[in-house]
């Protein structure tokens, strides 16, 4: 059962993973491809929608709720596909500030008085009871998440106002992962000297753990 588990949780986070890669690409080659692409951003905004739910909804105790949301958003947005070419570009940008600005959001609000900063919850399902000097680290990154998270809405509407429409596209949906990428590997080898006494987790290792306890 123990292996079985494993290999469900493994196979979640690698589909995550190639479904992050592809589906930004082929919005950017949508957006600023042939207007012959377009119609297949509509099915990509439902495998976006209903893929995500099916893989993390399963295994969480709010599975229902989160399979309807997933699957209603994603036949809505498959009934809806003409208007949802019209305004392809204004739709991503809405798609991604909305992503963006909750995750800026939902980790800004863990830092207020009163609350567990939220990498400090996610380093205390994965260790357990976290020690202070931890507890110091993981409230750092957070703000260092919430910050960044910030710039990227920024940036984006910035681009999309200001700028051309290839390097807003370039950047929302091709540079905005690899910046994430970055983000993680820098905090990871910070996280080493910072606290060198500790075992670190790599990326797919924790996602596995976190996944594994939602």
Not at 181 to 199: S, T, V
Request: aromatic share 14%; with cysteine; glycine share 8%.
């Amino acid at each position: 059962m123990r292996s079985a588990s494993s290999g469900a949780g493994s196979l979640s986070t690698i589909s995550l993973f190639l479904g992050a890669i592809a589906y930004p690409w082929l919005v950017h080659q949508t957006l600023t491809g042939p207007l012959t692409l377009r119609p297949l951003y509509g099915y990509a905004s439902v495998i976006s929608m209903t893929l995500p739910a099916v893989l993390l909804g399963w295994r969480s105790r709010y599975r229902l709720p989160i399979l309807c949301g997933g699957f209603t958003l994603g036949f809505f947005f498959y009934g809806h596909q003409a208007w949802l070419i019209k305004h392809i570009d204004w739709f991503y940008l809405l798609e991604y500030s909305a992503f963006n600005s909750i995750l800026c959001l939902g980790f800004g609000r863990t830092l207020t008085a009163g609350q567990t900063p939220m990498v400090t919850q996610f380093a205390t399902r994965i260790r357990g009871a976290v020690t202070p000097d931890i507890a110091v680290y993981t409230r750092a990154v957070t703000l260092a998440w919430t910050v960044f998270f910030g710039i990227l809405v920024l940036v984006s509407l910035m681009l999309f106002l200001l700028g051309s429409h290839y390097n807003w596209s370039l950047f929302a949906t091709t540079l905005t992962p690899a910046l994430v990428c970055l983000m993680f590997a820098i905090e990871y080898l910070i996280r080493l000297r910072q606290l060198p006494r500790i075992k670190h987790d790599g990326i797919i290792s924790m996602l596995q753990t976190l996944l594994s306890r939602t």
